[in-house]
């Protein structure tokens, strides 16, 4: 048994239940993203910049309340924070199931985006797991998200053919109602612990809004999301004008998603096993531009077929990297802070993809839209070509019994592997980025004199 009061066997069945409670609610938001241009046409009032509005518009919502929704799950538990997001999740999905008009639908979305849960979630994992089964927590969620992106498109255009978009917002209501039975029934309650690289601090978040090494990856994710959003908004209409009918969609997707997966793997392994990190996303960003100009040309399913694999091989290679080019480079003790903000963008960027996306394809057509963003990515491409290769460092958190003395601080910091110490008296801690190839933690705990420290963090 260790700090978090679990046996291992007990994390790893939260740890498993904490994946499923994300894949249950990605699948919920990701799902109607390949069909709603197309059936949202229906609706009373439906124009392409409304339907782009309605696409997006849980990012905006979901963005405003990412950072305040961690934050007060320090204070009041986790499980309330999730159960209350999970409800209000569910009520926009129920309104959205029953929308007659596209402005009912607009708010069904928005209150979707109102169960900001995820920052509440991620601390829920550092609560439940110890540092040996972290890593392997948050690399189970991650390939759960990226599980449920690629299953959600598969499945949404199977389920519209049965019911439309309403059929799709059922489903999406009652797999929250799910998860809140999963969250109330089989989660583990354990006390929150206050920890800076998994929850957002505000007064550090307001520090970290002015960190300008963070700022190429905020803005890149903003574009990536935007594009993400935007790209639904544009290509379920041109399949369909290639005369694909819409519940042939997946049957497109299916085997892109999976050979693109397949094809983005080695060079995450590249970029991490190798530290080659900087390079692999230029690559990704290299090929993004070329796909989107590509793709204002495209005229054939077969061009579609192609591009949207090299789409979703550029995106998911950044997807993956973004993040942890983040984590290498926050500083000790803001990781949770500069996640939280890095997360707010992402959804901004849905917001404003899908807002742009509609204006565009109802004002241009798909070939400006594409050309636009194909600008836009190489603008960003040059961005972080001029940004410093990130150092390949991790997070270290060890509890300390007493304040450190002037000669412990001294000590901590000139260990082999540590870069940075950062003391925090109020959380009775001690952040590091370290090297981990160099760091020890017996040594780190032998100055601080607490060898019996099991609960920090190293990731």
Request: net charge neutral.
């Amino acid at each position: 048994m260790d700090t978090t009061g679990l046996t291992q066997s007990a994390q790893r069945r939260a740890i498993a239940s904490l994946a499923a409670l994300y894949v249950l609610r990605m699948l919920g938001l990701f799902m109607v993203l390949p069909v709603l241009m197309i059936d949202g046409q229906a609706l009373a009032s439906a124009t392409p910049e409304l339907l782009g509005l309605a696409m997006g518009i849980y990012g905006l919502t979901q963005a405003l309340l990412q950072i305040p929704a961690g934050a007060l799950s320090d204070r009041i538990g986790r499980k309330p924070v999730i159960i209350v997001g999970l409800l209000i999740f569910a009520l926009g999905s129920f309104v959205a199931a029953q929308a007659d008009s596209v402005f009912e639908l607009i708010f069904g979305r928005a209150l979707q985006g109102g169960g900001a849960i995820a920052a509440a979630i991620m601390a829920l994992v550092t609560d439940l797991t110890d540092e040996d089964n972290r890593m392997k927590a948050m690399g189970a969620i991650g390939i759960s998200i990226g599980v449920s992106f690629s299953v959600a498109l598969v499945l949404g255009p199977w389920l519209a053919s049965f019911g439309g978009l309403s059929a799709i917002f059922w489903v999406t209501g009652l797999m929250a109602l799910a998860g809140i039975a999963l969250t109330v029934l089989v989660i583990p309650s354990p006390p929150p612990q206050a920890h800076r690289d998994a929850s957002p601090v505000i007064s550090e978040v307001w520090l970290q809004l002015r960190n300008p090494q963070l700022w190429p990856l905020n803005l890149g994710v903003f574009l990536i999301h935007a594009l993400m959003v935007a790209v639904f908004v544009a290509i379920p209409v041109q399949l369909l004008a290639l005369d694909l009918p819409a519940s042939q969609h997946s049957w497109l997707y299916l085997p892109v998603l999976l050979v693109a997966f397949a094809l983005m793997v080695p060079f995450i392994i590249v970029a991490e096993k190798k530290r080659k990190m900087k390079g692999i996303v230029l690559i990704g960003i290299g090929i993004l531009v070329v796909t989107l100009f590509l793709m204002s040309q495209a005229s054939e399913i077969w061009h579609w077929a192609v591009l949207l694999l090299l789409y979703f091989f550029a995106f998911n290679l950044m997807e993956a990297s973004l993040p942890s080019w983040l984590s290498k480079i926050a500083p000790a003790g803001a990781k949770g802070s500069a996640m939280g903000i890095y997360s707010s963008m992402q959804f901004l960027g849905a917001f404003a993809g899908g807002s742009l996306g509609g204006w565009l394809l109802a004002d241009a057509g798909t070939g400006p839209l594409f050309m636009i963003f194909a600008i836009m990515v190489l603008l960003w491409g040059i961005m972080m070509a001029k940004a410093p290769a990130p150092l390949h460092l991790k997070s270290a958190r060890l509890t300390l019994q007493a304040p450190l003395s002037s000669t412990q601080y001294r000590a901590l910091s000139a260990l082999d592997g540590v870069v940075e110490v950062i003391e925090l008296i109020d959380e009775h801690a001690v952040y590091m980025k370290i090297n981990a190839s160099e760091f020890s933690r017996q040594d780190a705990l032998a100055i601080i004199k607490n060898t019996g420290e099991h609960h920090g963090s190293q990731r």
